[in-house]
């Protein structure tokens, strides 16, 4: 493999794979193309960049870490094992020929940091007593250095050519340089309340990283620093120079701020969660000799590789939540991760065991699949099974005989589809651009309510009950007809409509035969019509998405619509005193509302009908007005509306 930065990048991103044209007519396709839709199944000995291509990467074994709750720090040793610094039991422990034993027990809370120093010495960064220890090669451990005002030694950095050790700390911000005796002096005291990484340049002077503000120093000298960069976010969690010359760094922006020691005096730091997941965006800087940046993001919890030119590869997908630390370099190369603590060694790249599986694919119903294409360099495996689970279990299919080139899928129809890539003879194969058609079964659309109302009217709500004393009905010779649908597989829709009077069998066509309606609304003009009590039918068919000897259609039938565009009489208006008696009739009916209103004044106040209730098309009503009528003479105008929104208006004196 080309020689690549390796990283965890903590940030979120969710796997996104829609189904190309999923309202489109007949066949469907899955197109796996991108990074976010290549990532959401298992990778097993696989790799995926950001250019879409899978190729064989990294196999991985698993070892449980059963004596630790989570790995901050790992330290390969020259004789092939590792030491891991664990919390919250701050141990340190040792793997080797694939078994972990406990190799210190330090009594603190947490080894956050681990680092050579001195030839063969073994230096612990701990939490929360600030304290850097010394372990020699028989698991013993001594106080090297109590560093003031320090609580968590975030990193260490040895510099061989001065005999240095450097310690990053906080809550006070501070990068602590120790001698081999255990002597420590502040070499930078920062504005910050952490200093969490740090790294050795070329030239000799040191980088550090902030939590904070998120800032990058450099310092050239005891108490001389300068700010290189100050980065969006929360905290520089990581630094590493690469072989050019070019500093990587790692930068994190958190939903919620770490869980780290505050700025105290003195004291002991009160416990933090060290375990809890930090969720967030996480990106890759490099920052190349000349200063200039250059960045990337990445997913949090996964191994990605960038190489010259940018491009991103996931090269390794855990299974557990968090990776804590990492070395993918020299004799020793694993992955230690958390949540649950994982130890996982890189046992080489490719073979038999490269095996990527897509994510379960959703067709939505059961569906029949075509032929799966995809573009590939050299030799691949692929491989399908489907279900009807939306998580595969044992009543799905077994994964279908391989195919070494693009043809007919042979898992049987389903609902759910993954896709499987092996490969097996050449381990610089790739492949991309995998995509499968399918066609779902048709099933059939149904038309559940109609509605009509006056156009321009509001809507009325089914869940509710229409106010009492809400405005009056609006008339419009225009019907609003709209309806509703349920339409499982997502085809196009054409409806047709037609009336009958009630009554009557005979249905008459409202459309055209050759006017296409796609929408769920249609303004019907009845102007023409005879007045009287009318239903609609409203027919859906998916012809346009099937042909016609697989077409369904299903139709629904509406309540009584009244066509009405004749407004209501005055049979009688007459006033004796101060008592107003009347009668309305309409030709369809019934009468909705009542009202009157004095000597032209705006204010319409509400009429009762004789039997208090509005439901026929002829109303009676009396009131005695002796409330409202003070003068001695009153012009009463009263107002009569049907069901439709036809009204008329009469006036009547009263002396």
């Known amino acids: 493999m080309r020689r690549h930065l390796l990283r965890t990048i903590g940030c979120s991103l969710f796997a996104a794979l829609l189904a190309k044209g999923a309202f489109a007519v007949g066949t469907r396709t899955f197109e796996l193309r991108s990074l976010d839709q290549l990532s959401g199944g298992d990778l097993e000995g696989t790799s995926i960049d950001s250019r879409g291509r899978i190729r064989?990467?990294?196999r991985l074994g698993a070892l449980p870490l059963d004596q630790a709750s989570s790995v901050f720090a790992a330290l390969p040793l020259?004789?092939?094992?590792?030491?891991?610094?664990?919390?919250s039991e701050g141990k340190i422990l040792r793997v080797a020929s694939g078994r972990a034993s406990a190799f210190v027990d330090t009594g603190t809370m947490a080894v956050t940091s681990l680092a050579q120093a001195w030839g063969d010495s073994v230096v612990a960064g701990t939490l929360p007593q600030g304290r850097v220890l010394r372990i020699d090669k028989n698991g013993n451990a001594s106080t090297l250095a109590e560093l003031p005002g320090a609580e968590g030694v975030w990193d260490l950095a040895f510099d061989a050519r001065s005999g240095s050790l450097f310690a990053a700390t906080g809550p006070e911000g501070k990068v602590f340089r120790i001698d081999a005796q255990g002597q420590a002096q502040v070499y930078f005291d920062s504005d910050e309340a952490h200093i969490v990484s740090l790294a050795l340049a070329p030239d000799g002077s040191f980088y550090a990283g902030s939590s904070g503000k998120a800032l990058l120093y450099r310092l050239t000298g005891p108490g001389r620093a300068s700010v290189v960069h100050d980065f969006p976010g929360d905290d520089v969690k990581a630094l590493r120079f690469g072989p050019d010359g070019s500093l990587y760094v790692i930068s994190n922006e958190y939903a919620e701020p770490p869980d780290?020691?505050?700025?105290?005096?003195?004291?002991?730091?009160?416990?933090?969660?060290?375990?809890?997941?930090?969720?967030?965006?996480?990106?890759?800087?490099?920052?190349?000799?000349?200063?200039?940046p250059h960045v990337g993001t990445g997913v949090e919890g996964r191994i990605y590789a960038v190489d010259d030119a940018l491009t991103t590869m996931l090269v390794a997908d855990t299974r557990e939540r968090q990776v804590g630390a990492m070395v993918l370099t020299g004799r020793s190369r694993f992955v230690a991760t958390s949540d649950p603590p994982v130890f996982h060694e890189v046992l080489g790249q490719g073979g038999s065991e490269a095996v990527w599986t897509s994510q379960v694919l959703d067709a939505g119903l059961r569906a029949h699949f075509g032929k799966i294409r995809w573009n590939a360099t050299g030799p691949v495996e692929i491989s399908t099974r489907s279900g009807?689970?939306?998580?595969?279990?044992?009543?799905?299919?077994?994964?279908?005989?391989?195919?070494?080139?693009?043809?007919?899928?042979?898992?049987p129809a389903a609902r759910y589809v993954q896709v499987r890539a092996r490969f097996v003879r050449d381990p610089s194969a790739a492949i991309s651009e995998i995509t499968l058609p399918f066609v779902t079964d048709n099933l059939r659309a149904i038309v559940t309510s109609i509605e009509a109302r006056p156009k321009n009217a509001p809507s009325r709500s089914t869940s509710t009950?229409?106010?009492?004393?809400?405005?009056?009905?609006?008339?419009?010779e225009t019907l609003k007809l709209s309806w509703k649908v349920t339409n499982p597989d997502n085809?196009?829709?054409?409806?047709?409509?037609?009336?009958?009077?009630e009554g009557q069998s005979l249905w008459r066509d409202i459309t055209a035969a050759d006017e296409v309606v796609t929408k769920t609304e249609y303004d019907w003009d009845t102007s023409g019509l005879p007045e009287g009590l009318y239903r609609v039918r409203v027919e859906a068919s998916d012809e346009a998405a099937n042909p016609p000897d697989r077409a369904l259609r299903h139709a629904l039938e509406s309540g009584v619509v009244i066509v009405d565009n004749t407004p209501p009489v005055f049979r009688a208006?007459?006033?004796q005193g101060r008592r107003?008696?009347?009668?309305?009739?309409?030709?369809?009916?019934?009468?909705?509302?009542?009202?009157?209103?004095?000597?032209?004044?705006?204010?319409?106040?509400?009429?009762?009908?004789?039997?208090?209730?509005?439901?026929?098309?002829?109303?009676?009503?009396?009131?005695?007005?002796?409330?409202?009528?003070?003068?001695?003479?009153?012009?009463?105008?009263?107002r009569a509306f049907d069901a439709a929104g036809n009204f008329v208006v009469r006036s009547v004196e009263l002396k």
């Open 573 to 575: 208006l007459t006033a």
């Open 465 to 476: 009950l229409p106010s009492s004393g809400a405005e009056p009905p609006s008339h419009s």
């Open 56 to 58: 064989a990467g990294f």
């Open 260 to 292: 780290l020691p505050k700025r105290t005096g003195s004291g002991t730091a009160a416990p933090v969660n060290l375990a809890r997941p930090k969720p967030g965006k996480g990106t890759l800087t490099r920052i190349d000799p000349q200063g200039r």
């Open 580 to 638: 107003l008696r009347g009668e309305v009739v309409d030709g369809v009916g019934p009468i909705a509302r009542i009202d009157l209103a004095l000597d032209g004044r705006q204010t319409w106040l509400p009429v009762y009908p004789a039997d208090l209730v509005f439901d026929e098309p002829v109303e009676s009503f009396e009131i005695d007005l002796s409330s409202i009528a003070t003068s001695s003479s009153h012009i009463v105008s009263v």
């Open 388 to 411: 009807n689970t939306e998580a595969p279990d044992k009543t799905w299919s077994d994964w279908s005989s391989p195919l070494t080139a693009p043809g007919q899928i042979t898992s």
């Open 491 to 501: 085809d196009d829709l054409r409806y047709r409509l037609a009336y009958k009077l």
């Open 78 to 87: 020259s004789d092939g094992s590792v030491l891991l610094g664990t919390g």
